[in-house]
């Protein structure tokens, strides 16, 4: 009966990894050396709230959680990584941040003020995420997307500052005198 039950649990713990894989992305952590680049970029203030959408191990959570004083939330699909995230939290190494088990379809966004999203591809980056995002999130919110742009967006930043960098693009959701800009700028850090 033991062994039934621990298959059992593998096989769930798989199948979330799977799901997650196919809705976002399969785990491929954003490279440490580049979370400074990211969080520059996002301009944080003290109490806003950052989404990391598909979280993985939440380390980009915790590290702004302790350097940027935010309210980090983590939504992850794939419970293997929500688990590692929830020992981390309960470690004291999360930086304050928070981890939910969470399809990101099914979280209202409407409070934040910097999204995250490392996608396996541009394909990911339209459709339903996007207009999740355009319908959601407030005028001024920034959209942080890691080495693929939004198609459809015109981003107001892009970081790459070298050949060998992972490009960091940033949109901010129209509304307001800033979000207007469009013009496009390279940023050399």
């Given amino acids: 009966m033991f062994n039934f039950i621990l298959l059992l649990l593998v096989v769930f713990c798989l199948l979330t990894v799977a799901w997650a894989s196919a809705s976002l992305a399969p785990w491929l952590p954003t490279r440490k050396r580049d979370f400074g680049r990211i969080c520059r970029l996002a301009r944080f203030r003290p109490g806003e709230i950052f989404y990391d959408l598909g979280c993985g191990d939440g380390r980009l959570l915790a590290y702004a959680g302790r350097r940027y004083e935010v309210n980090a939330i983590g939504l992850e699909l794939s419970l293997p990584f929500y688990l590692l995230c929830a020992c981390r939290r309960l470690l ?10 969470r399809d990101l379809y099914r979280e209202n966004l409407s409070g934040a003020d910097v999204v995250y999203i490392f996608a396996q591809s541009r ?14 999130l407030k005028p001024g919110a920034r959209v942080i997307t890691y080495v693929f742009p939004v198609k459809e967006w015109t981003p107001d930043k892009v970081d790459k500052p070298n050949d060998k960098a992972l490009p960091i693009y940033r949109y901010i959701m129209p509304g307001n005198a800033l979000a207007q800009k469009t013009m496009k700028e390279v940023v050399k850090t």
């Fill in 123 to 136: 394909r990911k980056l339209r459709g339903r995420l996007i207009e999740k995002l355009k319908n959601e």
């Fill in 92 to 101: 004291g190494l999360a930086g304050g941040a928070r981890f939910k088990f």
